[in-house]
């Protein structure tokens, strides 16, 4: 009987568990150093290392605070806006006295993870939204300021919209047809209203991306903008940075299936798929409106398409993801080109460009290609029985105004939450450099130190 | 004696050195500059960003010879730079009073 009793409480399984602990190690690898060699090529040398610096201690401070009370602010059951502090301190997640690990649900009724491994893998979540959006005040911001700024908008914007898209009690909760309605509710508002996001459009790229074009309009230009060339001092780096970023995502895209299975693979095929496409388009689109294609090009094209698949990427089909990686390529390019004029804000490294357009994109276009008339293998009507909607009852429509409904409160949700941070670090700390430590550079005036000796 | 300085394309470097050695030059100094003059420069895109590049980059030599092998020289580093496009460079020439050889204190002459 203890036996029996012992194999029906799910234990994790090992090959979960491998490929998680990997994928948490790829979207590690995503922050340091793809994102910041990405990132760091893109600005003139003698900023090298303050970029470089901002996305490792901006990180490293993150893991810590999620570890603290981020995770548990995120994904414990509260309200429909945000979650308790039961495991604030990571309380409960682990016995040393009966040795024994406590276990969270994924996407399948009875298969778990420990749930400090999903905590370790949701870490790596929040710090490289917090990295991302470095990009849009780079070149400029104290970093003091940067810290103190990351600190407000990953307590208060971050932690919340990850509770809202991503908090739900699990598929083991429903173990009735009663039990649907009141566990759906326990879940954040985003998720109960339908919306599907896979592995954090709205979570990751949109959030940092208002918030970051915010900074670029509350920080101000740079010194210069517009007058002096700000060419980038090493596309190379942006090269093996977006590259880089490739390979880390295949952990955030498919390790966002929670387990090695099928919908891990779909994730992992439209992640590679979608990704390529933007490239030939940003390519073609460069190549056909100014006459060449360049290689910083093709590395934003990839991470258009990155970002564009991110919601999607376990939620469409084979050739829905093509489409969306088509699309945010184009998209993308008039995101950093037509719409950066339009915006008229210096966002350095064109974070809302690429990040905001491509999110929008991916998170609307995901409630069109989950259709199961256009190939998406839809989503389940209920989480007791686990059907899927059938495609005579699947309404496109009413899918993409879900998706929409959680592009627009992500937008208002950071940018307000931004607006008001920026604004509390400008009164104490101050956002900026002087002028003169700019000119000569954050690397010497912030970290005392130069990237390279000729 | 003169100091003929000479501003050629990157990639003519080692064909001027060659033809100046082959009629005995002994010695020249290189060094990598930026400067604009017919050909202009040439515009450079980032994203949304275009910026104009006005200084292209250049070698500059200079040798210090006699009188009596200006006129070769002049024609060693024409014949080697030429592509006969736009930027090919210049050859200015002018007047040099003295030279010291430093480890001999040797002047004038000698110590070309």
Sequence with gaps: ?454 | MKMVTAIVKPFKLDEVREALGAIGVQGVTVTEVKGFGRQKGHTELYRGAEYVVDFLPKVKLEAAVDDALVERVIEAIEGAARTGKIGDGKVFVSTLEQVVRIRTGETGKEAL
């Design chain 1, 1 to 454: 009987m203890n036996a029996l009793a012992t194999a029906a409480a799910a234990m994790p399984n090992k090959g979960d568990v491998a490929w998680m602990l990997v994928c948490t190690v790829l979207v590690v690898l995503m922050s340091i150093p793809a994102l910041a060699l990405f990132y760091g090529g893109l600005v003139r040398s003698k900023n090298m290392l303050s970029v470089l610096m901002q996305v490792f201690v901006t990180f490293s401070m993150i893991v810590v605070l999620w570890f603290l009370y981020g995770y548990s602010l995120a994904f414990t059951e509260g309200n429909a806006f945000v979650g308790s502090l039961d495991r604030a301190f990571m309380r409960g997640m682990f016995d040393p006295l009966t040795g024994t690990f406590a276990t969270t649900g994924t996407f399948s009724k009875g298969v778990v993870l420990p749930e400090l491994l999903f905590m370790a893998f949701q870490a790596t979540f929040a710090a490289i939204t917090c990295c991302l959006i470095v990009g849009a005040f780079a070149e400029r911001m104290k970093f003091a300021a940067v810290l103190a700024f990351m600190v407000l908008w990953f307590t208060f914007a971050y932690a919340p919209i990850a509770h809202m898209v991503w908090f739900w009690p699990g598929p083991d909760a429903y173990t009735s047809k009663a039990l649907v309605d009141p566990n759906n509710l326990k879940a954040g508002l985003i998720w109960q209203w339908g919306t599907l996001d896979f592995a954090g459009g709205t979570v990751v790229h949109i959030n940092a991306a208002v918030a970051g074009l915010v900074g670029a309009y509350m920080v101000g230009k740079r010194v210069g903008y517009g007058r002096e060339a700000f060419t980038p001092h090493s596309l190379t780096l942006t090269m093996v940075g977006a590259a880089l970023l490739w390979v880390g995502w295949f952990g955030f895209n498919a390790g966002s299936a929670l387990e090695a299975g099928n919908s891990a693979v779909l994730a992992f095929v439209n992640t590679f798929s979608a990704t390529a496409a933007a490239v030939l388009a940003w390519c073609i689109g460069e190549a056909v409106l100014k006459g060449k294609a360049s290689m910083l090009g093709a590395a934003s094209g990839a991470v258009a398409g990155l970002v564009a698949i991110t919601p999607a990427c376990g939620n469409v089909g084979l050739l829905g993801a093509l489409v969306i990686g088509f699309v945010a390529g184009f998209a993308c390019l008039w995101g950093v080109n037509g719409l950066k004029k339009l915006l008229g804000a210096d966002d350095s490294l064109d974070v809302f460009g690429v990040h905001g357009v491509g999110g929008i994109v991916g998170a609307l276009l995901t409630g069109v290609f989950n259709s199961p008339a256009l190939g998406g293998p839809s989503f389940p009507d209920n989480w007791f029985t686990g059907e899927l909607v059938k495609p005579e009852n699947y309404s496109i429509a009413s899918q993409v105004w879900a998706q929409a409904k959680a592009v627009l409160l992500t937008v208002v949700w950071s940018g307000v939450v931004a607006a008001i941070a920026y604004k509390l670090v400008d009164v104490t700390i101050g956002l900026r450099v002087s002028e003169e430590d700019e000119r000569e550079g954050l690397d010497i005036a912030s970290h005392g130190e130069t990237a390279y000796h000729a």
